[in-house]
């Protein structure tokens, strides 16, 4: 037992130290010391410590008290000339009393005459514990069923999944009533050229769209995204539609329902940027060649350009 204080008080004092490195360790930008909660971690620490060291003494106190007791007592008995008895624990009388466990000089008490050769059969009832939780659950059978089903006290719990769903869609409503977005479909999607939304356009395209068009866009079961030629039309809205509606007949589903249509806006400005990327061995073009109207009214303006100089000589 001396040993057992001795390596408690070590613990004890050498508990702080190994909070303080573990604390250190895991921040070390700031010192634990710095915390505004240090004085009650402290305070809840000393007090869980003091409590500890109580339940141990008093533990031991109790032993000790037990083992005079019984010292005692067969001091008693032999000054008596009686044998001694050892009578039995408090913990030995509680599992007695919540079993009914018949002692063995008594067990002729509980004997029935069935006989299966030489086999006897005693007449052992059900533990009162486990009669007294069956008791329990009969009542509590009872109770819930008045509760939930014939006064409808409290809420099934399918009650309260509909109205957890109910109170999200509400609070769904207020944040886009607060919050409103501007709807996005092909007819007034526009090209974004901000870098974090073609990041999260990139990312879209390697997870959903690099399966059937290669990671770098040059094509393999859909088509070369990297050239001028274009199934569908080469704009930002022929683009999103095709994401959005997917092409009938062909691998290309409909992503409608299944991204957003911020995150479609996004992969199909990022596919638009592929665009004169050359990767290795692409896909043989496939469509129509598209000029974006950009160059072309360029081409439009050098031209107009040209002939008011030659105009002018």
Known sequence: MKKFFVTLSLLVLTLPLAFGQDAAAAAPATSFLDDPLLPFYMVVGFIFIIA?????????????????????????????????????????RLWDQWNALKPLEKEADIMLDHNYDGIRELDNHLPPWWKWLFYFTIGFAAVYLMVFDVFNTLPTQLQEYDNEVAYAQQQALKRQASNPVAAIDE???????????????????????????????????????????????????????????????????????????????????????????????????????????????????????????????
Request: neutral net charge; charged residues 25%.
């Open 52 to 92: 500890l060291l109580v339940l141990t003494v008093a533990a031991y106190m109790l032993r000790v008290l037990n083992i005079m007791a019984r010292q005692a007592e067969k001091e008693r008995a032999e000054k008596l000339g009686i044998p001694y008895v050892e009578a039995p624990s408090m913990w030995q």
């Open 187 to 313: 007819n007034s999607v526009e090209a974004t050229t901000d870098a974090l939304a073609l990041a999260d356009g990139k990312q879209t395209f390697l997870t959903t769209c690099a399966s059937c068009h290669r990671k770098d866009g040059g094509g393999d079961i859909g088509p070369n995204l990297t050239d001028e030629y274009w199934l569908h039309g080469g704009t930002i809205k022929d683009v999103f539609k095709v994401v959005r509606h997917g092409v009938a007949g062909t691998n290309m589903i409909a992503w409608e329902g299944v991204i957003s249509p911020e995150k479609m806006k996004n992969v199909a400005s990022y596919v638009l940027t592929l665009q004169g990327s050359n990767p290795a061995n692409p896909k043989k073009p496939q469509g129509d060649l598209f000029k974006p109207e950009k160059e072309k009214l360029n081409a439009d303006t050098v031209k107009m350009d040209t002939v008011k100089t030659q105009a002018a000589l």
